[in-house]
């Protein structure tokens, strides 16, 4: 993945500070260990998994019950690699229920057939309000529907050892995993949650976790040699120009620096439509991770080119407090159109009116790739600070380098930040007063 930064001469670049801050983190998430961080449960998490698909294939489809990390993720990875409105359906369905909306939900048990669904409920503290609704009524019309063998269709993802679904797993010998303790429902694609709907669909989750793998040994790996180089350098001039701080730190960096310049907005323009997805994703990721205690920058996904049309002309000429992370293709060349020597219909006739023949023989993908440039200069042009992402393949692999990335970047933007990216203190105090209202309904 090739990173550069554009407009930020105004960033501090103080790189004594920022070795400072690096060790201390380092040692903080040594000391720590959290799972998302080790990735240590991973071997355990694939026997596991491995040992559940031949359980659960063959089941058609899969109605997945959650929201916010429980959901995004998995999302993520479906729209990404199995999409379900692919021109020939897929032996595998994907359902997620990721809202209580009234309409939807019905339809899905309306017209799901019972004894080829699976009903996947996620939920780590088993206590959401809108997933637990939802299993309850899909426990009740599946038990009316298949009353001797009910319990073989719902698998539980939830807390190993506590929790109503822990209890419910216990009681009617569901099939479950576990989220490891520790591994925040944002942070939570690499375990259960995004791994057995992975399987399910087919998808390659084992090289998914290895880029996720891949990527937290170059950033502990890049850190400690860093930290070691910079303790036996004597010129800080000379040091400058040779060495450089951990890829990763330095996205934390930006990131940092463009709030403390009030930056307080951050696009997320995404030109790989395939993983257009990830929007959503990092959306939660960023939000509900850093903004706390006044800090934190809202984050706008953006797709490209799509997005062209309906909000660049803000980012460019609205008010100057967006900075911007910029996913393209890396190095884009003729071979990397794979659309028009492999799928038909995707380059422009030859027939077409005169004024029109710049476009003639192109492939859509050379006008993405057109479109990213152009729409890239154009933000660099109107001074918006960015880090521009290029992404060299679109494999799974390449996927879960990229997430694993953009998880240690929050975790670190948290660090710089001096707050804890882990909890979600006033999302606590709206579902406490929704628990409230509808306990005082009548």
Same mark, same amino acid.
């Given at each position: 993945?090739?990173?550069?930064?554009?407009?930020?001469? *105004?960033? $501090?670049?103080?790189?004594?500070?920022? =070795?400072?801050?690096?060790?201390?983190?380092?040692?903080?998430? !040594?000391?720590?260990?959290?799972?998302?961080?080790?990735?240590?449960?991973?071997? &355990?998490?694939?026997?596991?998994? &491995? =040992?559940?698909?031949?359980?659960?294939?063959?089941?058609?489809?899969?109605?997945?019950?959650?929201?916010?990390?429980?959901?995004?993720?998995?999302?993520?990875?479906? =729209?990404?690699?199995?999409?379900?409105?692919?021109?020939?359906?897929?032996?595998?369905?994907?359902?997620?229920?990721?809202?209580?909306?009234?309409?939807?939900? #019905?339809?899905?048990? *309306?017209?799901?057939?019972?004894?080829?669904?699976?009903?996947?409920?996620?939920?780590?503290?088993?206590? %959401?309000?809108? %997933?637990?609704?939802?299993?309850?009524?899909?426990?009740?019309?599946?038990?009316? &529907?298949?009353?001797?063998?009910?319990? /073989?269709?719902?698998?539980?993802?939830?807390? !190993?050892?506590?929790?109503?679904?822990?209890?419910?797993?216990?009681?009617?010998?569901?099939?479950?995993?576990?989220?490891?303790?520790?591994?925040?429902?944002?942070?939570?694609?690499?375990?259960?949650?995004?791994?057995?709907?992975?399987?399910?669909?087919?998808?390659?989750? =084992?090289?998914?976790?290895?880029?996720?793998?891949?990527?937290?040994? %170059?950033?502990?790996?890049? #850190?400690?040699?860093?930290?070691?180089?910079?303790?036996?350098?004597?010129?800080?001039?000379?040091?400058?120009?040779?060495?450089?701080?951990?890829?990763?730190?330095?996205?934390?960096?930006?990131?940092?620096?463009?709030?403390?310049?009030?930056? #307080?907005?951050?696009?997320?323009?995404?030109?790989?439509?395939?993983?257009?997805?990830?929007?959503?994703?990092?959306?939660?990721?960023?939000?509900? #991770?850093?903004?706390?205690?006044?800090?934190?920058?809202?984050?706008?996904?953006?797709?490209?080119?799509?997005?062209?049309?309906?909000?660049? !002309?803000?980012? @460019?000429?609205?008010?100057?407090?967006?900075?911007?992370?910029?996913?393209?293709?890396?190095?884009?060349?003729?071979?990397?159109?794979?659309?028009? /020597?492999?799928?038909?219909?995707?380059?422009?006739?030859?027939?077409?009116? $005169?004024?029109?023949?710049?476009?003639?023989?192109? $492939?859509?993908?050379?006008?993405?790739?057109?479109?990213?440039?152009?729409?890239?200069?154009?933000?660099?042009?109107?001074?918006?600070?960015?880090?521009?992402?290029? $992404?060299?393949?679109?494999?799974?692999?390449?996927?879960?380098?990229?997430?694993?990335?953009?998880?240690?970047?929050?975790? @670190?933007?948290?660090?710089?930040?001096?707050?804890?990216?882990?909890?979600?203190?006033?999302?606590?105090?709206?579902?406490?007063?929704?628990?409230?209202? @509808?306990?005082?309904?009548?």
């Amino acid at each position: 993945m090739k990173i550069t930064y554009y407009n930020t001469s *105004n960033f $501090s670049q103080d790189e004594n500070a920022s =070795k400072e801050a690096l060790n201390s983190f380092f040692h903080r998430l !040594q000391k720590e260990a959290l799972p998302f961080s080790t990735l240590d449960f991973t071997d &355990e998490l694939i026997a596991s998994v &491995e =040992k559940a698909s031949l359980e659960i294939q063959n089941f058609k489809h899969m109605l997945l019950l959650g929201v916010g990390g429980s959901t995004l993720g998995p999302q993520a990875l479906q =729209k990404s690699f199995a999409p379900q409105n692919r021109p020939i359906p897929r032996s595998k369905q994907l359902w997620v229920a990721d809202n209580v909306d009234t309409s939807f939900f #019905s339809e899905c048990l *309306n017209t799901l057939p019972p004894e080829e669904t699976l009903i996947l409920v996620i939920s780590k503290s088993g206590s %959401t309000l809108e %997933t637990m609704s939802q299993y309850f009524i899909c426990k009740e019309w599946i038990q009316k &529907e298949l009353p001797k063998t009910w319990q /073989k269709h719902f698998f539980i993802i939830t807390d !190993q050892q506590k929790g109503f679904l822990r209890e419910e797993v216990k009681t009617h010998t569901f099939k479950s995993l576990p989220v490891p303790e520790g591994l925040g429902g944002r942070f939570s694609i690499f375990c259960a949650v995004g791994i057995l709907p992975s399987a399910f669909l087919g998808l390659d989750y =084992k090289q998914f976790l290895q880029g996720a793998k891949d990527a937290r040994n %170059t950033f502990f790996d890049d #850190s400690k040699k860093y930290l070691a180089q910079f303790e036996q350098e004597q010129d800080t001039d000379a040091f400058l120009l040779e060495h450089s701080l951990p890829t990763v730190f330095k996205m934390a960096h930006f990131a940092f620096e463009a709030m403390e310049k009030n930056f #307080s907005q951050l696009i997320f323009f995404n030109y790989l439509p395939k993983w257009s997805s990830l929007g959503a994703w990092f959306r939660q990721l960023w939000s509900e #991770s850093l903004g706390k205690q006044g800090n934190g920058s809202t984050p706008i996904p953006a797709i490209g080119a799509t997005d062209q049309h309906s909000i660049l !002309q803000l980012f @460019l000429d609205g008010k100057k407090d967006k900075a911007c992370i910029f996913l393209k293709q890396l190095d884009f060349t003729e071979e990397d159109a794979p659309d028009a /020597k492999n799928i038909p219909n995707s380059l422009v006739p030859t027939n077409i009116p $005169s004024d029109w023949k710049w476009i003639a023989e192109k $492939s859509l993908s050379q006008i993405l790739e057109a479109e990213a440039i152009a729409t890239r200069t154009a933000l660099i042009e109107y001074d918006i600070p960015m880090l521009s992402l290029e $992404s060299l393949g679109h494999t799974e692999y390449d996927f879960g380098k990229l997430m694993w990335n953009l998880g240690m970047v929050t975790i @670190l933007t948290a660090y710089l930040l001096d707050i804890n990216p882990f909890d979600q203190p006033a999302v606590e105090e709206s579902k406490a007063l929704a628990k409230k209202w @509808l306990s005082e309904k009548k």
